[in-house]
């Protein structure tokens, strides 16, 4: 029964992150996008508090501030994918191992700058 449930998991894992995953990450680009513009355009706020907004966006979201100026602030995230995890469990467990050596050292994370 276990192999018949790892069968499947291949190719759900191989739907979800083509169809699912992919088309949302663009999505979830632009919603720290439309936030910049949003914040940008407030002439309402100085820099200091504009900073501090993006700072909490980026704090609300899991990202780790990597580099902070008065200009400038960056945050790092990984993003853990699923869908890879679903296609290395259906190659028998040691596509799920080597993903999983993938996220920990590998994968570059995503990376959300703001600038003034």
Known sequence: MSQLIMLFLFP?????????????????????????????????????????????????????????TRTRIQGEKRIFYASLLAMGLGLYFVGALVYLAYYFWIQKPHVVVYEI
């Not at 632009?30 to 508090?49: C, G, R």
């Open 12 to 68: 759900i894992g191989l739907y979800f992150y083509f169809f699912v995953e992919r088309k949302e990450k663009f999505k979830y680009q632009k919603v720290f996008d439309d936030f910049q513009i949003k914040i940008k355009d407030n002439i309402a706020l100085n820099n200091e508090q504009k900073m501090q907004q993006y700072e909490e966006m980026l704090r609300h979201n899991g990202y780790n501030i990597t580099s902070s």
